[in-house]
């Protein structure tokens, strides 16, 4: 991690974005707040910073950096890092780089328009990176200025591998990959000058995420390495001796915790307040800070990954791919469910091992081998026994229809729902479920010309509804993933007084969530008992709406759902509240309907 001390302080980026100034100077307030209440006691702090995350998102200015750098491509990028790699020792320098994988895309039989969106693509990612590494240098400039840095222990660590959401061609919202819509290519390539801006949810194409996995082979959402290996830097000034070294000790992100209570001599506690605690999963390697030749203490780690296995085991990899290392030889998609008859044949026959001492980047299927098939039979077992032990099973590979199920609840199942104006925004999985399903949406008013702003909003702008007044008019429009707008307003414009002002959603037809398609249906607007609007849904969003948005009464806050209104637009005029009715009863006296719901309340 290198000190940023000296770069010049940037302007204050739009919202956002993950890393900002006041995110920074929050988490300095609260460790000199730390010191001050406790100077005797060390401080905790977990500085999540959401970065490289999707959306990628950078001030222009940083990804401008980088302009030109990427434009001879990912496999070429992937050739420079592999041999920075060995120059630096990051790697073994008998490594060999594992091939070109059957899913990305070969850079010099691209159009030359592809090429510059993802050229540009990366420089956003790159640009991202840096100006999250230039606040965590700002953090770390804090400590050496407050005396602590010395005796600090900081331990860095990315997300996973790199991530393939953005699909071959790249995303501009990568909320259309959980709802399993495909993305337009052509989107993307009208977006490409305001990518890395508050506009879209962009994600990079998986070209660069292979590349970025460098000298691994795939990604996250898989158990190959290039899936399940991290960047992991540790410095502890005043606890280590060593300095500048590259550690080639197996860990796992299980082990940060041990290792930090074992570095200050904390015994988790078997209790707390009587109730017995888990033991924790995982081993410390502080006994290696000041021993490169220790060996390591975390001989196993099972890993698993919507029904993508594997399972280290003293420096070997079993690793068990489904639907398999590529989805076009397998002929089934991500998310595929994994039968019992299916698990059978793989356990079989579909696992795959790797000698990663000798073989780095798991380029060498031993699997064949018989000398080594005694190892995977009672590694495969081993795998069974890790899953059984870590409550893995049964393995559930549905992929993103996962989130399309409704979790349990505190509370009691609802088919009505009450939200008041400024109040905090509701998360989706504790509000009303209105997705693929006949509801009404009530928003009780005092209205008077003039009165405008956003009465009930679901999502952001990479997916949503909102139900909401301008220009004296009731308005609605549902967002599918930033592909398509259904809109409609009222015929008339609102008149002065007591209304109950309504959205709702007739069902025409059935969803299709495995392939992108929410139910169609019509939507209908409603000034008190007189229908005054209505628009053809042929398609509405199936699985979740905006990945940072939520439920919001009076306000759109954040990303907006469309593009007709700058957020927060905040209803300006008296609103008393909003009711959300998902019995699937058809249009009702809506006063009668607020009368009984509180009645019970």
């Given at each position: 991690m ?12 739009e919202?956002?974005?993950?890393v900002?100034?006041?995110l ?20 905790f ?7 490289c ?6 001030p ?5 950096k ?16 592999f ?18 994988d059957?899913?990305v ?14 050229a540009?693509m990366?420089?956003v ?5 840096s ?12 400590l050496k ?20 959401e953005?699909?071959?061609?790249g ?8 709802n399993n ?9 009208k ?14 194409a ?21 899936g399940?290996?991290?960047p ?7 606890g ?27 015994e988790?506690?078997a ?15 502080a006994?290696t800070f ?7 203490k ?5 890993f ?14 079993a ?23 299916e698990?059978?044949?793989?356990d ?23 000398a ?6 009672e ?6 026994v890790?899953?059984g ?9 549905r992929?993103?229809l ?12 609802r ?29 009780e ?5 003039g009165d405008e ?7 952001g702008?990479d ?11 009731l308005?609605?429009?549902h967002?599918?993933v ?5 809109e409609?307003e ?10 109950y002002?309504?959205?709702?959603f007739?069902?025409t037809?059935?969803?299709d ?25 042929p ?6 709406f ?26 300006t ?7 959300v009715?998902?019995?699937?009863e ?6 009668q ?9």
């Amino acid at each position: 991690m290198r000190d940023n001390s000296q770069v010049e302080p940037e302007k204050t980026p739009e919202e956002g974005y993950h890393v900002t100034p006041d995110l920074v100077e929050k988490a300095k307030g609260m460790i000199a707040d730390a010191k001050q209440i406790a100077p005797d006691k060390p401080f905790f702090m977990y500085f999540c910073t959401g970065a490289c995350h999707a959306p990628h998102h950078v001030p222009a200015e940083w990804a401008d950096k980088y302009q030109g750098k990427f434009d001879d491509g990912w496999d070429a990028y992937r050739q420079k890092v592999f041999a920075r790699q060995k120059e630096m020792g990051i790697i073994p320098p008998d490594t060999e780089l594992s091939r070109h994988d059957p899913d990305v895309q070969e850079w010099e039989q691209l159009p030359a328009d592809e090429k510059r969106l993802y050229a540009r693509m990366m420089e956003v990612f790159a640009g991202f990176l840096s100006h999250t590494d230039h606040y965590i240098g700002d953090l770390i400039k804090f400590l050496k200025d407050i005396g602590q840095y010395e005796n600090t222990l900081i331990m860095l660590i990315s997300d996973n591998g790199a991530s393939s959401e953005g699909g071959p061609t790249g995303s501009v919202n990568e909320n259309a990959f959980f709802n399993n819509v495909p993305d337009d290519l052509q989107q993307a390539l009208k977006a490409i000058d305001e990518l890395g801006g508050p506009k879209y949810f962009n994600h990079y194409a998986w070209g660069w995420t292979y590349a970025g996995n460098t000298p691994f082979r795939r990604w996250k959402r898989e158990t190959y390495r290039g899936g399940v290996s991290d960047p992991f830097i540790l410095t502890w000034p005043n606890g280590m001796k060593t300095r500048g070294e590259v550690r080639n000790t197996y860990a796992h992100a299980i082990d940060m915790v041990p290792t930090v209570l074992d570095a200050l001599g904390i015994e988790p506690p078997a209790t707390i307040r009587g109730v017995t605690q888990s033991p924790l999963e995982g081993v410390s390697f502080a006994h290696t800070f000041d021993k490169p030749e220790a060996a390591g203490k975390h001989s196993t780690q099972y890993f698993e990954m919507f029904g993508h296995r594997s399972l280290y085991h003293n420096g070997w990899r079993a690793v068990c791919p489904w639907p398999g290392p590529s989805f076009a030889e397998a002929g089934k998609p991500f998310g595929t469910p994994l039968s019992y008859d299916e698990l059978t044949q793989l356990d079989a026959d579909g696992w795959e091992l790797y000698h990663i001492d000798e073989d780095f980047a798991e380029t060498k299927n031993l699997a064949q081998d018989p000398a080594n098939r005694a190892r995977l039979i009672e590694m495969i077992g081993q795998w069974y026994v890790e899953a059984g032990k870590y409550n893995v099973l049964p393995i559930d590979s549905r992929g993103t229809l996962k989130f399309a199920e409704e979790r349990p609840q505190i509370a009691v199942d609802r088919d009505s729902y009450i939200y008041y104006p400024n109040t905090q925004a509701v998360p989706a999985n504790a509000a009303a479920k209105t997705m693929n399903r006949p509801h009404t949406i009530t928003a009780e008013v005092e209205f008077k010309q003039g009165d405008e702003g956003v009465l009930f909003a679901h999502g952001g702008n990479d997916g949503g509804f909102t139900l909401y007044v301008q220009d004296g008019k009731l308005r609605f429009v549902h967002n599918y993933v930033a592909q398509q707008y259904f809109e409609v307003e009222s015929a008339n414009t609102i008149p002065d007084g007591h209304h109950y002002l309504t959205f709702e959603f007739e069902v025409t037809g059935k969803a299709d969530v495995g392939k992108g398609v929410g139910t169609p249906g019509i939507g209908k607007l409603f000034i008190d008992d007189e229908e005054v609007g209505r628009v053809e849904m042929p398609v509405t969003t199936p699985i979740q709406f905006g990945l940072g948005g939520a439920v919001c009464c009076g306000a759109d806050p954040g990303s907006p759902v469309t593009p007709k209104y700058k957020p927060p637009f905040k209803y300006t005029g008296a609103l008393t509240r909003v009711r959300v009715d998902v019995t699937g009863e058809a249009f009702v006296d809506q006063a009668q309907r607020f009368k009984a719901m509180l009645a019970r309340q």
